[in-house]
């Protein structure tokens, strides 16, 4: 007897923790009112200001770092940029964070990627290609450009994305902390809102 039961009980809680990972609660045994349906629902709100370049920027890469300049997010951008067409690993990571420059070295390492590797990507992606900054957001103490790259050639842009920026002891240098930020995805949807039910 004392064994049936064990497992008697035991089936109720299997049966239970099913229902609960279905997302089916388990009825009550005791006298209730009818149910109301409510919603919790919590607002993030990212405020920011875009801007549009009129006409887009066209990067003139400095020559070399000497020359580079963190004065503005523009010109930290084009210093980055100027970077990865010199082939300049070290001046390249100079052009992030200190925190950011730590996790792309972590992230490297995981995927074993050597300065080479990004040596050679740099100059696959950007040969015969110009880059233009194309819009200006500003959210709270972070800038974010919109840039594209350019067929010299001429024709549509082959790739666009947006680098996040903040000041660091005075310097404007590209930040990896608003990697996860729906602002970076989001920012030019149709609709402003996006809404998401987590159950």
């Given amino acids: 007897m004392p064994n049936l039961l064990y497992s008697f009980l035991v089936l109720i809680v299997c049966t239970c923790q099913l229902a609960l990972a279905q997302g089916v609660t388990p009825g009550t045994d005791f006298k209730t009112k009818e149910p109301r349906q409510k919603?919790?629902?919590i607002e993030y709100v990212y405020s920011f200001r875009e801007f549009e370049y009129d006409p887009p920027i066209q990067l003139k890469p400095f020559k070399s770092s000497t020359e580079a300049s963190n004065a503005s997010p523009e010109a930290a951008v084009m210093s980055h940029f100027s970077a990865m067409y010199a082939k300049d690993y070290q001046w390249f990571q100079s052009t992030w964070s200190k925190e950011s420059q730590k996790l792309n070295e972590e992230h490297d390492k995981k995927q074993d990627r050597t300065p080479e590797f990004w040596l050679n990507l740099w100059d696959k992606v950007l040969s015969a290609k110009r880059v233009e900054l194309t819009h200006r957001i500003e959210s709270g103490k972070y800038v974010l450009i919109r840039y594209r790259l350019v067929p010299i050639s001429g024709g549509p842009a082959t790739f666009e994305d947006l680098l996040a920026l903040t000041i660091e002891n005075g310097r404007w240098i590209l930040t990896?902390?608003?990697?996860?930020?729906?602002l970076l995805r989001y920012w030019n949807a149709k609709e402003l809102r996006i809404r998401r039910t987590i159950r």
């Avoid at 990896?176 to 729906?182: G, H, N, T």
């Fill in 176 to 182: 990896q902390e608003l990697a996860s930020d729906p």
């Fill in 39 to 41: 919603e919790l629902v």
